[in-house]
């Protein structure tokens, strides 16, 4: 490869735990985030959980001269919690908010309340296009009994589709964000074999930080061990990822995260620990030998379409698990609303026996009438709004399900196309930058 150009590019990545009321120390942590911003001045700054608006005008005020440029994405009742700054000036920015993202009367827990999402930049650094993307995904409560999973399954299968769909002619490729996800949980190999991103902590030439990249560490003040329980250590769910292309390479050559404490203050900048990958992108032109390798090898590529195909079915199931809850869910709501409905018709005719009976007296306490009236008219409202509400899972379930279904076809199409199939070999990663996407169509 001849090389005509080396960049350096380094991205920052922070959950900040910006619930205010909520949230320990959140101003003052605010200050340290900001400070620590301008001190490190990264080049692409990816932060999520800044749920105030004040919040981010405020950082962005602080951080005007190190990150002239940037964005924050609106979403949902109290927002996405996404925005990026930036050194590169941004040019374009959208939102694509997940069809599923938890259940309203799980207030306690709040995720459908943020309207999670995920948010896109296209940069320009230089005369390369590079295209940004910042998420959060579902939170995990309770890893023995998800009953998420199915919403976070849907989550990482529309954010692959929309990384997919909108980065066809960047150069440059970055993720960034709380996927709520351990490296090898589903949702997170289907997000990296489909769109062929690569997670800087497993690229890196380097590493300096908690052990095994854990991002959510027990040594922080801010987390219970008992919620990390079975992981005592801590658990791995934040995660910078990237991916080149024809024209671009990109080398990891420093990862690095934060490690609960900080210097010369009382208390972390967050709950989760920041990450920051040095990135190195190197430019050249596109040979006829790395053309031949992009597809001329059909043992490696029917074994990352063979892969897909397990993990794209994996994904059917889980949905599928979902889809019967959601069913059974709707069919309680029903059967409780038909209840209600029919306890209503009682009343009414109770109330109609002093008409029907002249002279008769009503049989009920006029006031244990109005709240038997108000319990029923209660009853029906919130089946009604709950059948409403199951029903639009049911539909964004039954369509991701839908588009897994076309796709395995699809992909497995694809597999009997290759002169000889080999079994899959996870180990195996192409070159940088020479490996479509196993959805993109044959060449």
């Known amino acids: ?247 671009v390479a990109i080398y990891c050559d420093l990862m690095s995260t934060t490690t609960g404490s900080v210097p010369e203050h009382p208390f972390p900048y967050s709950d989760h620990e920041a990450l920051t990958a040095e990135l190195r992108l190197e430019t050249h032109a596109p040979t006829e030998t790395e053309s031949d390798r992009k597809s001329g090898n059909p043992a490696s590529a029917a074994g990352k379409v063979a892969e897909l195909v397990d993990i794209v079915t994996e994904a059917r199931t889980e949905v599928k698990v979902g889809l019967h809850c959601a069913e059974r869910m709707r069919y309680t709501a029903t059967r409780t609303g038909v209840m209600g409905l029919a306890l209503l018709f009682l009343e009414l005719a109770i109330a109609a026996v002093p008409w029907l009976a002249l002279g008769a007296e009503q049989p009920f306490p006029r006031t244990s009438f109005y709240m038997l009236a108000a319990l029923c008219f209660a009853i029906l409202l919130t089946t009604f709004l709950l059948y409403i509400f199951y029903t639009m899972e049911l539909k964004s379930l039954q369509g991701a399900e839908d588009q897994m279904r076309l796709a395995v076809g699809s992909l497995q199409e694809k597999l009997r196309g290759f002169p000889l199939a080999q079994p899959h070999n996870t180990q195996r990663r192409p070159p940088e930058g020479l490996e479509p996407s196993a959805f993109d169509p044959e060449e």
């Open 1 to 247: 490869m001849d090389n005509a150009d080396s960049v350096g590019l380094r991205v920052f990545s922070l959950n900040c735990w910006g619930i205010h009321y909520l949230s320990k120390h959140c101003p003052q942590r605010y200050d340290m985030i900001g400070d620590m911003l301008c001190k490190e001045e990264h080049d692409i700054v990816l932060l999520q959980e800044v749920w105030s608006e004040k919040d981010y005008l405020s950082l962005k005020q602080k951080l005007g001269c190190s990150h002239p440029h940037s964005h924050y994405f609106k979403s949902g009742v109290i927002g996405s919690g996404l925005a990026i700054f930036s050194k590169h000036r941004i040019h374009d920015t959208f939102l694509y908010r997940y069809s599923l993202n938890g259940y309203p009367y799980m207030a306690h827990h709040g995720d459908w309340f943020g309207g999670k999402a995920v948010g896109m930049a296209v940069l320009k650094i230089g005369s390369l296009t590079a295209i940004v993307y910042v998420t959060h995904l579902h939170a995990e409560y309770c890893r023995d009994k998800d009953s998420y999973l199915p919403h976070r399954v849907v989550q990482s299968w529309e954010l692959q589709q929309f990384i997919r769909h909108t980065s066809a002619g960047a150069d440059v490729v970055i993720l960034g964000g709380d996927l709520n996800m351990h490296p090898q949980d589903l949702g997170n190999r289907l997000l990296r074999t489909s769109t062929g991103l690569r997670d800087s902590y497993l690229e890196t030439a380097k590493f300096d930080g908690c052990e095994d990249g854990m991002t959510l560490i027990a040594d922080n003040p801010f987390i219970s061990k008992k919620d990390l329980a079975p992981f005592e250590k801590g658990i791995r769910i934040d995660y910078i990822m990237f991916k080149g292309s024809s024209k």
